[in-house]
């Protein structure tokens, strides 16, 4: 597994790591025996970037996860959680909250469903409008000199929020929806700062939210329960023009001889990004894993910018509601 730095604050992660949000809320049915040997295998496989968040659950998903990485286990992961989303510690949504009173009060309750005395990265889920993003990440910054959070992450933030983050205190990493489906990053000036910074980038959803893998072929295919169902990709027209782009990605990765979801994921990794695709299950995380030893030439990029350029996925990518809360 290759390794790469986040950041210049010497935090390194395996290239990819694992989403975890899945093994407790948003995707159907879970499964915590499937999902704790799941995120051993990770381990053997070399995987130590874990991504979770007070919100997947609530709560249940840090709980889950330190479970799973208790005892010698912790050494070998890099922990990710999140802040800026309020709960009530009985687990009810309050909103944005981004607040240094609340970054302080959602970690130490995040240490303890996780059962840790620090985390490894720690991002501001959503930027609050509400808030100068400078006084969040100064009581970030207090949680680092504290010795309870090692770097300190954006999530879904702006090109100039990130700057402005970033004078205050180094920013290890950026985590934004990037793939094939989804590459705002490169016209929204983002990509461009995170460069110019040294920020590691951290793409979420680099299979589509699962979309890319080519196992989903009507809106019928979601349980009841998953929230896809409320995708404005994944519906009516925009599912079908959509699942054009899966169909022609298919066939590069059948003339490459290797799933779609590898392609998609090699093309992510491809562009310098640490990918966490999202799996609750063994044989997925495998398959997904073995994306990081393959090697897409110039022919094969140009191929795949042919059937997936900037900007090809119909639709937007959240509902309006959750479209609203994003950062710019």
Known sequence: MDIRALGSQG??????????????AFYGTTDEAESLATIDRALELGVTLFDTAESYGP??????????????????????????IEFTDDGVLVGQNGSPAYVRRSLDRSLAHLGMDHVDLY??????????????????????????VRGIGLSEAAASTIRRAHAVHPISAVQTEYSLFERGIEGNGVAEVLAELGIGL????PLGR?????????????????????DPRLQGENFDRNLAV??????LADQ??????????????????????????????????????IRLGA??????????????????????????????
């Open 11 to 24: 935090l390194t992660v395996s290239a990819q790591g694992l989403g975890c949000m899945g093994m407790t």
């Open 59 to 84: 709560f249940r998903n840090e709980q889950l996860l330190g479970k799973a990485l208790a005892g010698a286990k912790r050494e070998r992961a890099v922990v990710a959680t999140k802040t800026g």
């Open 123 to 148: 991002y501001l889920h959503r930027v609050d409008p509400e808030v100068p993003v400078e006084e969040t990440v100064g009581a970030m910054a207090e949680l680092v000199a504290a010795g309870k």
């Open 202 to 205: 951290v793409a979420y959803a």
């Open 210 to 230: 699962g979309f890319l893998s080519g196992a989903i072929t009507s809106p019928d295919d979601f349980a009841a329960d998953d929230f896809r169902r409320t």
């Open 246 to 251: 899966v169909d022609a990605v298919r066939r």
């Open 256 to 293: 490459k001889g290797v799933t779609s979801s590898q392609l998609a994921l090699a093309w992510v990794l491809e562009q310098g990004a640490v990918a966490i695709p999202g799996t609750k299950r063994r044989r997925y995380l495998e398959e997904n894993l073995a994306a990081s030893g």
């Open 299 to 328: 022919e094969d990029l140009a191929a795949i910018e042919a059937v997936a350029p900037a900007g090809v996925a119909a639709g937007d990518r959240y509902a309006p509601a959750l479209m609203a809360s994003l950062d710019g």
